[in-house]
């Protein structure tokens, strides 16, 4: 199973455009991408998104990222990417007690905990959350974690 990495940078009509290799068990995931590229001659782009992870027929899964450069990427200077590729799991966590009728009355002192867990899913490619009630949901256990 390779290690996560881009393996292709490449400028197409005005954006450069990232090939990203992902291990197996992404494969059909959402996975949360950012980070930057840059050049020593002062190119240099920013991006972020939640993508798809895809599966190849050849086992390989990869997804691409497009980002607008902020400073212009010259050709013969290497391009170096910082590149950060997450799963992403989204917890809603309420106080002990709380009720759907309850409206925030006060700001938040010492001690207050929220530790009741409401809902958990994972961040979708649309930007949405997906999400189940707290029994549903276990930490690690299927279904909790499909994409």
């Known amino acids: 199973m390779p290690r996560p990495y881009v393996s292709a940078v490449t400028f197409l009509d005005d954006q ?16 949360e991408i950012s980070g930057y590229a840059t050049q020593n001659s002062g190119g240099y782009a920013t991006f972020y998104g939640f993508q798809t992870a895809e599966k190849n027929p050849d086992g390989t899964v990869v997804t691409y990222v497009k980002a ?25 966590l309420r106080e002990e007690g709380w009720k759907p009728e309850n409206q925030p009355t006060k700001p938040a002192t010492d001690g207050t905990t929220w530790d009741t867990v409401a809902k958990v899913g994972w961040a979708a490619s649309n930007g949405q959350a997906s999400s189940w009630s707290p029994d549903q949901a276990l930490a690690g256990g299927e279904p909790s974690f499909q994409g």
């Open 68 to 92: 607008a450069p902020a400073q212009e990427f010259m050709e013969g200077d290497p391009v170096t990417v910082f590149l950060r590729a997450a799963k992403v799991w989204v917890t809603v």
């Open 16 to 31: 450069i455009v990232l090939t990203v290799q992902l291990d197996e068990y992404l494969a059909g995931q959402s996975v």
